[in-house]
């Protein structure tokens, strides 16, 4: 027979209630017991009854993750992320894809689809602060990503400028002196796009140098072909670079791509940085140099928030706003071998 909270329980040594608040994550449980509990769990091989669960208290074990685009890399391994964490705690996940349309988007927050879900994980690419408002709505709603700051429910975000301020700083270390951006939008403050280039600017001002316009690419989307584009624009303007800092990996890819058709080594002539440290970077050739944003950390703190909430244990507590973590990561693509200098 399947192993129960019961079973659990009795081999853990603790009551059925702390089983429960394990299996859910719940804070305040002691380091040890949490441990114990894992323990018995692994060796019961105990899964939650997610139909008896949802009879019991009206729910259904699922809940909603509704994201701008999964072709693009980094919301396909920030879905598998949150379904993970999901699992862990015996939630299942229901997937929407909005396109990042601004009108989907708002449609998504009132869908009849939500009668189907405990509760909703939200990346908006199309709305922005001025529709904070629909955010407020009667259900479970956790915030990921760049677009609205300071809305009616949780959020969790990155480090965007930090983040950014440190990659640029890596390749001015490296004695990099004119560091192209690929990946900038027209007029962006707020979004990442805006962030992360106010964090490249704070490093070029930090180091004492001018900021020249004429190095920034734009583009709408980031996806490869867009970054292959706006290298091909940078590199027909005659503007002269050594270094590169791609807003996302997946622009970075494409940039590389006609930096090495045009002639350029990678790094010795060029020094490449992108940001997301998607799978796919550790074994591009060269490998990408980037920063990693904390996405299993932002994966896991918004499901566990959601399912607090979803529970009542964190009903009556303020929205929370919380950023995750992020780490440098240097590859081939800024590493020069036996100390050589880049080429003047």
Known sequence: MAATLRDVAALAGVSIKTVSNVVHD?????????TRVRAAIDQLGYKPNISARSLRSGR?????????????????????????????????????????DRDREIQLLSSPHRQFTDGLIFSPLGMGNEDASYLAVDFPLVLLGERIFHGPTDHVTMRNVEAATVATR?????????????????????????????????????AGMAFDPALIGYTTLWHRANGATAMRELLASGVEFDAVFALNDTLAL??????????????????????????????????LSTINPGRDEIADTAVRILLERISGAAADAPPQEIEAGFRLVQRESTDLADGAAPRA
């Open 254 to 287: 494409g940039a590389m791509r006609v930096l090495q058709e045009s002639g350029r080594r990678i790094p010795l002539d060029v020094a490449v940085v992108g940001f997301d440290d998607l799978d796919e970077s550790s074994y591009c050739l060269p490998a």
């Open 170 to 206: 890596h390749l001015l270390a490296s004695g990099r002196k004119r560091i192209a951006v690929i990946g900038a939008h027209e007029d962006e403050v707020i979004g990442s796009a805006g962030l992360r280039l106010r964090g490249y600017r704070e490093a070029v001002a930090e």
């Open 26 to 34: 719940f804070e305040h449980i002691r380091p040890a017991t949490r």
């Open 60 to 100: 259904t074990g699922v809940i909603g993750l509704a994201l701008p685009e999964l072709s693009l890399s980094y919301f396909a391994e920030l879905a598998d992320a949150i379904i993970q964490a999901a699992e862990r705690r015996g939630a299942s996940v229901l997937i929407e894809q909005t396109g990042g």
